[in-house]
């Protein structure tokens, strides 16, 4: 079994219920995988344990969605419990969040919710990454998320926000490039300006993933094909900020496996490190 | 500048109800997104762990049965698979599913199977069950209680849930007939070493077992099964559900 070493710098896929059974029998030649974390939340049982014999063939990447980070509710200490549960069980490489929040007065949406862009939220977010770094006992990585309205009091951009919160909490950020550039097309304003604020030692992994075009706005649906414009700021990206570990995410329409190999080799020739994965 | 919670509050408002973005200054039509998203999510996560009765219903009276069940009933949790404890209760009582008055009890079936499918793994070993009843002195055998494998889940119906579960599986047509009056069934459900096992039992069996779940003891369990079917034969059931790995532990306190 692979040791808690980091991710290699290659191009992984998101892991979904639907692939387990074919990537158990094939072992395909990825380098990694991603799966989230809540999906594997259960005590014991046939899901889990294909987690397990994937984990021992597989660095693992868990990434959460439902930790709802910049709540201004309590910490749900039950759901970091079962999250630290999980750590220990599968070991992973990395542990992941959104910048985001999901609940507030007890309700849950199970969404990713953006954040104002102000002080009050920046400092409130940061105390809370360094509050559920110090339950789980472990560094946790955040993800910048897409965005279909803008709070109008902000007093920053997203990427000055998201930048203050690497620089203040040290926490690596999970780099979504396509959500940069719906939220570019989304809010009007200059993706590669944004790359550009982000700094690239802060950065530890890669997101690619479709979105849809809605008639008001770009919907992130991970439910198409990457597209061409997120490929081409992918390797801009790249190209300022360096390799790093990318993952192709897909998770409504899921499509054939065969699918999500062909976008991790187009992410690989962009990446342009090792030649990790076979044809 | 409103605080973040103020924020929060507000847009959680918005998600609800279009009404009240007025406040929050949020782009209306753009809130709709996020509302359009959350019902994608419940019925998405729902129609999973009730895939026999969205079938059963079709995806549109599905999906209007999950709007109204997560109105009435909000998500808590960040965690969507402890979502649904609720649902079956929901739809007992759900007018529009009334024509069909075996559909709570399928629910019931699909949450018990998904619950079974969650709990802790076992290790099952039948001859330590057996080895604890050995040693347990006969004046004490009436007491001792006995537990179930965390994975049990009993489910009763008087319907033919079982049958309609299996006729409505992805490799079944679902077309097939089935005659609601052919009675009802007792269902244990239970995580086996090649996945799920979903069993009939007799009437006095289930009483029995229904009874130790509930911490009664031995002799109290077979007061109930008894009471349930006077020919309940206890060594027979003992020795089922000891190899089958239903019965966990045996102990005598």
Redesign the interface.
Known sequence: MFGSLNLPIAAGVGLRAPHVREVLATRPALPWFEVHS?NY???????L?ALQRIRADYPLSLHG????LG??DPI?R??IG?LKRLIARVEPAQVSEHLC???????????L?P??Y?D??LA?VCGRVARVQDLLGREIAFENVSA??A???ATMTESEFVASVARRTGCKLLLDVNNVYVNAVNHGFDADAYIAAIPPDAVAEYHLAGFDA?D??L?DTHGAPISGDVWALFARTVRRIGPRPTLIEWDTDIPAFSVLKGEARTAQRILGTIDAIAA | MPSLRELQLRFAAALVAPASTEGAALDDERMAIYRTNGRATYRHALGATFAVVKRLTGAPFFNAAVDTFVAAHPPFSGDLNVYGEHFADFVERYAPAANLPYLADVARLEWAIDEASRAADATRVPDAALAALAIVPPERVPHVRIALDVSCRLVESAYPILRIWRANQDDRSGDERIDLEEGGILLIVRRDTDGMAIEALRRGEYAWLAALAQAATLHAAIDAALAADPAFDLGAVLRTHIGAGTIAAIFDQ
């Open positions: 809540e939340f259960a005590d014991g049982g046939p899901a344990a969605v439902g930790m709802s709540s201004s749900d039950d759901h079962k929040w999901s609940s507030v007065g007890g309700r849950n949406f199970n969404d919710l954040l104002p102000n009050e939220a409130h279909y309205v709070f109008p009091d809605g008001l706005c919907i």
